[in-house]
């Protein structure tokens, strides 16, 4: 009893040594081992401890004191082991046999005469081997007891020590993560990366090689980006290819454990799974062991594989990787993914900000290619307009001066996009300024019957054109070429000579409404596309001419036009075009009738805007500057220290250097949606009063109207980079955007104008007090409505709610022509002529002649008028009428005039 109570007393001093963390048990063990050999009076005995990782037991304390190779254990045998709290070395279990035939030498030396399995529960842990009883054959039923007790306190200690264990390796997995994490994450060049996350995975594992295989973008394949050492793989069993390793992936996992290197990589990439094979498999690494390891994206999608081998040899034994190294490898493999990705993302930033710089180089080269004016032709109207579907387009059009007072008008578009469309345009455009310099394509001609003079004109286009494909063939590729179409215009016989080298051909309407494609007929190849030997033998250019007469219209376009697309994807084509240009004849681009033919938008948004921008440039706005406008002419009255003397040097004209403005504004645009804005535009107002829309069927109304005047104000404060908010209402708040600055939120506005729902009543006071409710960041605030509301006083009270919240408030008051010039309308009607007039908005109707209606009317609407110009130029609110023929970019110059008082 008293050898009992020493022995606990000690094994308690033991433990709690080990909850110090003072000690481990391995190097207690031996302590463990003398106190149950004197507790027990036993002479010879070892402590052996079991490994799982391993599957081997390791004899860390013995006496006599020797050192024993460890002692294999299979799966199999642990089960049986478990099943007994002791074992006679001479009364040796079935099953176990092999086990005890491999611990004969051991069993020998120590002379083991009885076996204690150490274990908690089902986990085996190790065993207590005793032998050297001191002449006793065996020990007594109250010392096996003891022996039952001392075991049960050996096996706590090893379970603690391994938990132990496991915290403190699991905290220097940490840290050796934290510590090389930074270092890999640093480096921003893919090949630097690479070779980082290879050293450190190596250093990370005391591993003697490593490898780095990456997914190849297209193909299926793994390729070897980097090895530690250079030599690894110049042995590999593998497939080999360029970048050494080449290992496909895809296929079916390995199912034996004697997989290859190749069969274990497939499997890691297919399952994303982390292994390692056993030692004696064939890898990478010349028979020995291997791990790899999956390296995950952020996506979730598997980037390649991270492998380590040849880890660090002790007592002449190859040491095997373990399940803690595989999830230390796992954890670090993670962190490689971020590295790599963040290495491949910024070198892709900074292949991107190149192409950036020469798309804004080849930018610059279009923008000068295209003239800012064209130029007054006697007789004629010019006008051009260009919108680019991307940053960069590869459109070109020109009107060029001749030498003979003739005019050569010139459209192109070059193939693809980019620097080298740019620079393949401007070829094209000096090889044309070349020609025409030297003569060619000038020949005079009296009119379309004059066969002589036509002969010389065809000939030189011929010629000249042939001149432009030998030098476009020559600067491309096959892959980059020109359409290009050229017209010689004689101002005094109205004689269009034209020459089609593959381009979209011209449409001729004539005055009568008759329409022709001009050289349909005649069309040869693009430019640059064959070589001159090859044109005659696929189509040759030819050129023909065209008597024009007044009244007709020559419409030049590329196929950006034709191709574009609405929000129902539904093509432009050339039927539209036709029907469009022929109602549109002879009307002024700036007519608010011929933007409803374009129909989308954003196109009419981006038409009004760039038109009304270039008129800037020579505009009295001097304190405004938009981010597209660099310079002005100098104006009488402009600060001379803003005078470019640089540019005047070179140009003998003054100009003002444009600065961007830094201030941004809040803006938000308020529509009124209620049926009365429904109002069509009257008959007097253009030829056709069922003008369509887009060819949808829909008239322009004032809410169409005011739909292109919102959707041209919110493209223009994008342009500025102010931010832009959207609502509309009737009787109700329907919908309210927040001011936001993105390209996509001026998206979602051009969206939901093109979908308006309107309602039958109205009622603009509550809506309006909710918005100022809303609207918490002091701004711009433009209302556009016509304003018809029994309720006057409560819409002025909305207004003065958004003013005395601190916004500036413009106030559009859009009318039809037919409502201000009611008396025309009378006018124009037999004093019989009976009317029905319905009220839009409650379907109330009334029959009767316009004249017995007229005065009071007319009474009736200029009170209306001149209620809301005093309410609101008493509470300090902008009012302006128009109606739906004015031009959109008056507007624009009311808003820009008012958004500078703001700043």
């Known amino acids: 009893m ?30 463990y081992l003398r106190i149950t050999l004197g507790t027990l009076q036993v002479t010879r005995g070892a402590i ?80 207590i081997g005793l032998g050297s009883f001191l002449g006793r054959e065996a020990l007594e039923a109250w010392e096996m007891e003891l022996l039952t007790t001392l075991a049960h306190q050996i096996s706590i200690a090893i379970a603690y020590s391994q938990m132990v264990e496991g915290i403190q390796s699991e905290k220097f997995r940490l840290f050796m993560l934290a510590e090389s994490a930074p270092q890999i994450c640093q480096l921003l060049e893919p090949e630097a990366a690479a070779e980082q996350v290879v050293h450190q995975a190596v250093s990370l594992l005391d591993a003697n090689a490593g490898a780095l295989m990456l997914k190849h973008p297209e193909r ?6 980097f090895t530690f050492p250079e030599t690894l793989v110049e042995d590999a069993t593998d497939h080999s290819g360029p970048n050494g390793l080449v290992v496909p992936y895809g296929e079916e996992p390995p199912v034996s454990m004697e997989a290859t290197s190749a069969d274990m990589l497939k499997f890691v990439v297919r399952e994303g799974l ?79 900000r190149q192409l950036q710089a020469e798309m804004e180089e080849a930018r610059k080269i279009q923008v000068n290619l295209i003239p800012e004016t064209l130029p007054d032709i006697p007789g004629y109207e010019v006008a051009g307009h260009y919108e680019p579907r991307g940053p960069v387009g590869g459109d ?44 060619k394509g000038t020949a005079v001609e009296d009119s379309v019957q004059d066969d002589l003079s036509s002969a010389a004109l065809y000939g030189e286009l011929i010629e000249m054109a042939m001149t432009l494909n030998s030098l476009l063939y020559a600067s491309g590729t096959e892959e980059k070429y020109a359409t290009f179409f050229y017209s010689h215009l004689n101002p005094d016989t109205n004689v269009l000579t034209t020459l089609n080298a593959g381009h979209n051909p011209p449409l001729l309407v004539r005055k009568d409404g008759t329409y022709k494609w001009l050289g ?8 640059g596309m064959f070589p001159n030997e090859m044109v005659p033998n696929i189509a040759e250019y030819a050129a023909e001419h065209i008597q024009l007469t007044s009244g007709d219209v020559v419409v030049f376009y590329t196929d950006g036009v034709t191709e574009t697309v609405n929000v129902e994807d539904e093509y432009y084509e050339e039927d539209r075009l036709v029907a469009d240009s022929k109602a549109c004849k002879d009307s002024d681009a700036e007519d608010p009738a011929i933007l409803a033919r374009i129909g989308n938008l954003e196109l009419i948004a981006k038409f009004v805007v760039e038109g009304f921008i270039s008129g800037l440039h020579k505009s009295p706005y001097h304190g405004f500057s938009v981010e597209f406008s660099q310079y002005r002419q100098y104006m009488p009255g402009d600060d001379t220290k803003h005078i470019d003397w640089k540019a005047y040097a070179r140009t003998d004209r003054h100009y003002i250097k444009q600065f961007e403005e830094e201030t941004n504004l809040n803006c938000y645009l ?21 003008i369509e829309v887009g060819g949808t069927g829909q008239k322009l109304t004032k809410l169409r109207y005011a739909s292109f005047l919102i959707a041209s104000l919110a493209y223009f404060m994008a342009k500025q980079r102010d931010a832009v908010g959207f609502a509309y209402f009737d009787d109700t708040l329907r919908q309210y955007l927040p001011a936001r600055s993105s390209t996509s939120h001026l998206h979602s506005i051009l969206i939901t104008l093109e979908t308006l729902q ?40 909305g207004l003065e709610h958004l003013r005395y919240n601190g916004h500036e408030v413009i106030v559009f008051h859009v009318l039809a022509h037919q409502e201000l010039a009611f008396a025309d309308f009378a006018a124009g009607r037999s004093a019989e002529a009976l009317i029905r007039f319905i009220d839009s908005e409650n379907d109330a109707e009334i029959i009767t002649t316009p004249q017995a209606i007229q005065e009071s009317y007319l009474n009736n609407f200029n009170e209306f008028l001149d209620t809301y110009r005093l309410a609101l130029r008493q509470s300090d609110i902008d009012y302006n009428m128009i109606t739906t023929a004015t031009p959109i970019d008056l507007a624009l110059a009311s808003y820009l005039a008012k958004r500078q008082g703001v700043l």
Request: with cysteine; charged share 20%.
């Open 2 to 31: 008293e050898r009992l109570i020493f022995s606990l007393s000690e094994l308690e001093h033991l433990g709690q040594t080990l909850i110090s963390g003072h000690t481990n048990f391995n190097h207690s063990s031996e302590t």
């Open 48 to 127: 052996l401890r079991y490994h799982t990782t391993r599957q081997n037991l390791e004899v860390v304390a013995s006496s006599p004191d020797k050192v024993f190779p460890p002692i294999t254990v299979e799966p199999s045998e642990i089960e049986g082991l478990l099943q007994h709290s002791f074992i006679e070395g001479t009364n040796l279990p079935e099953g176990l046999e092999q086990f005890f035939a491999r611990t004969a030498k051991f069993v020998e030396t120590i002379d083991i005469r009885l076996w204690v399995p150490l274990k908690i529960q089902d986990e085996f842990l190790g065993m």
């Open 220 to 225: 299926q394949e793994l390729e070897m980006h």
């Open 274 to 352: 982390p292994g390692h094979c056993p030692p004696k498999s064939d890898t990478l690494f010349g028979g020995k062991n291997l791990m790899a390891v999956p390296i995950p994206g952020r996506d979730g999608d598997i980037l390649g594989i991270l492998v380590v081998g040849d880890k660090e040899e002790r007592g002449g034994m190859i040491t095997p990787f373990t399940d803690e190294d595989v999830i230390l490898l796992d954890s670090f493999a993670k962190q490689a993914g971020v590295a790599i990705q963040n290495a491949h993302l910024h070198q892709e930033a900074l292949d991107a």
């Open 396 to 439: 070109y059009y020109d009107c060029i001066p001749l030498p003979t007072g003739h005019w050569g008008l010139a459209i192109a578009d070059v193939s693809g996009k980019g620097m080298q469309a740019a620079l393949l345009m401007a070829t094209l455009r000096a090889g044309l300024i070349s020609e025409l310099s030297r003569g």
């Open 520 to 527: 349909e007929d005649v069309g040869g190849i693009p430019l």
């Open 670 to 690: 308020l529509l009124d949606a209620s049926e009365s804005m429904l109002h069509p535009i009257d008959e007097a107002q253009v030829d056709d009063p069922t």
């Open 758 to 797: 309107t309602a039958k009543s109205t009622r603009m006071g509550m809506p309006l007090h909710q918005i100022a409710e809303r609207l918490t960041k002091r701004g711009l605030v433009l209302f556009v409505s016509d304003l018809y509301d029994e309720n006057q006083a409560e819409v002025v009270e």
